[in-house]
């Protein structure tokens, strides 16, 4: 099976975290991906977002090798990277350059400032990025610290899928007649736009500015996680009033007091009470009174329990890759699903073949790799 997206060329520069997430969104899904390594540069074999593309070794500062890679940018249909701004056109790779040789190109730029701004220059990481947006603030308890929510919303919501969506966004314009163009994809505007819907509520007057006091961010006693009496956690979200009754119902919650479900102030004092009535069972036996009803009910499963459970298993959502359980690619297509992920390759694993494709002989090869420009 070929995927979707089967006969794109992208070229990667090597990098970590968010472009690799790009890189592997379009593997997943039948694009060619070809990885240009660095020596020394960051590998982890067990890596999903390595999975599923050729690696070939570069030294791209020696003129030699910076050609072999501009050749190869030339036979592509997009080109990612994650420098700082300025990076590749001082390496000689940047988008004019690029471009002026293929005009067709889709010059993709993974960034955590973006491309210009004061901050444009500044080091960053994803926690900082997310700071900047808002999201960062909206992410904890009541009256406590903010909480990262790991490198979720920045490194990969609002930057590695953010840039792989701009990559197919312009390549599709590419093939209804649309020039080559660069994609500024930075974290900072993907977090914002992903809490586009709490700009909305709070400019609506729906959502409080201090967290941990909102209807979806743990304030409310119908939408949040709880302890079990085992030390494990389970999830509710009964927000709909039908939903809502229903766990009424099963927890035999009788007392008027719950009528008060939008009631916010009533809120502090009823997620006490069912915190309190959670802790009598384990999570098991909350899962076999409530899982699969409409009560909007899911156990808090750890990395080792998620592959494991019945409706994961089912759907696939994940699968052994090398040796190594990894989230499946996703979105599902019927006509044309992703092929199975092939396991990362070491760094240069592929190096000889796709020289090789560009048209280099063995002899021109193995040169190369005696004067330690192929790796």
Request: charged share 20%.
């Amino acid at each position: 099976m070929a995927g979707v997206l089967a006969g794109l060329r992208i070229v990667e520069i090597g990098g970590i975290g968010p472009g690799p997430f790009a890189g592997m969104m379009l593997a997943d899904h039948g694009a060619e991906v070809i990885t240009i390594q660095r020596k020394g540069g960051f590998f982890v074999q067990e890596d999903a977002s390595s999975r599923s593309r050729r690696s070939i070794l570069l030294d791209i500062k020696h003129p030699d090798g910076l050609a072999l890679a501009r050749r190869l940018c030339a036979s592509a249909d997009g080109v990612i990277e994650g420098f700082r701004p300025g990076v590749m056109e001082r390496l000689g790779l940047g988008p004019d350059e690029l471009l002026q040789e293929n005009p067709s190109l889709v010059y993709g730029r993974m960034t955590g400032w973006g491309q210009f701004g004061p901050l444009s220059q500044a080091a960053g990481h994803d926690i900082n990025y997310i700071a900047l947006t808002g999201v960062l603030h909206a992410v904890g308890e009541r009256g406590r610290d903010p909480i990262p929510p790991v490198n979720f919303a920045g490194d990969f919501g609002g930057g590695g899928m953010l840039l792989a969506f701009g990559m197919v966004a312009a390549l599709l314009g590419v093939q209804r007649g649309l020039p080559g163009q660069v994609v500024d994809a930075a974290m900072t505007d993907g977090s914002a736009l992903l809490a586009a819907m709490c700009y909305g509520q709070f400019a609506a007057g729906m959502y409080r500015n201090e967290r941990g006091t909102n209807w979806c961010d743990g304030g409310a006693h119908y939408y949040s996680s709880y302890r079990c009496s085992d030390g494990r956690w389970i999830s509710i979200a009964s927000w709909e009033p039908q939903f809502y009754a229903l766990l009424r119902e099963h927890l035999d919650l009788a007392d008027p007091a719950f009528d008060a479900q939008q009631d916010e102030a009533a809120w502090p004092v009823l997620k006490e009470r069912l915190a309190a009535i959670f802790l009598t069972r384990t999570r098991d036996e909350w899962c076999e009174l409530l899982e699969g009803t409409d009560t909007c009910f899911a156990p808090v499963l750890s990395l080792t329990e998620a592959p494991h459970h019945p409706h994961n298993v089912a759907r696939g959502t994940f699968l052994e890759v090398g040796g190594v359980i990894q989230p499946a690619p996703a979105p599902r297509f019927s006509a044309t699903p992703a092929p199975e992920p092939r396991a990362a390759t070491p760094p240069g694993g592929d190096g000889a073949g796709v020289l090789r494709d560009l048209g280099l002989g063995q002899a021109e090869i193995t040169a190369l790799q005696a004067r330690g420009i192929l790796g």
